[in-house]
């Protein structure tokens, strides 16, 4: 199996993606005492978790001892697809919030680069096979959904701090 010498890559990206989605529940309780709409978490939140839960699972699949290369190709196939379309519900959901209004560093980390992530997934277990690239393409992209989620709940944290100060001064005047 051509999966073997990505063990350790797979077990350190998935540690870590799993760490971060833990981390992102401490985000989330932060945000239930903010000015943050349900809308905002759906766009802005919700979909980190998600990146982060999908770098977890393509790490268990290529992990995972499969007998024959078309099941793995098959499940990664289907991870990439539904990456993909959720990218497109997310992107929906934050053109039609209205409580923020994203702006281009958002747009890239939030819709473009996991869309991008997504799709390269897809195309990479449409091609996978014993050639190395593919395998190279699925980790680059699981790397880039896990750097993207970082930034998006660095991004969200430090507007949770920002609002939260400038509505303590408002109430304090």
Not at 87 to 97: D, E, I, K, Y
Request: hydrophobic share 55%; net charge neutral; with cysteine.
């Amino acid at each position: 199996m051509p999966f073997t010498a990505w063990e350790s890559f797979y077990v350190i990206v998935g540690s870590s993606a799993a760490a971060l989605t833990g981390l992102m529940f401490v985000v989330i309780a932060l945000v239930a005492d903010s000015p943050t709409s349900g809308r905002q978490i759906d766009a802005f939140g919700t979909p980190t978790v998600v990146h982060f839960g999908t770098v977890l699972l393509v790490s268990a699949i290529m992990s995972a001892p499969w007998p024959a290369l078309s099941a793995a190709r098959i499940a990664v196939g289907l991870c990439g697809a539904g990456g993909v379309a959720y990218a497109l519900v997310v992107l929906r959901r934050a053109r039609s919030q209205t409580d923020y209004k994203p702006v281009f560093e958002d747009w890239l980390f939030h819709t473009a680069l996991p869309l991008v992530a997504y799709a390269s997934i897809l195309a990479a277990a449409v091609t996978l096979s014993q050639r190395p690239m593919p395998l190279f393409v699925i980790a680059a992209a699981t790397i880039l959904l896990l750097f993207a989620g970082i930034h998006n709940s660095w991004d969200t944290v430090t507007y949770i701090v920002v609002s939260r100060k400038e509505r303590h001064s408002r109430d304090e005047s």
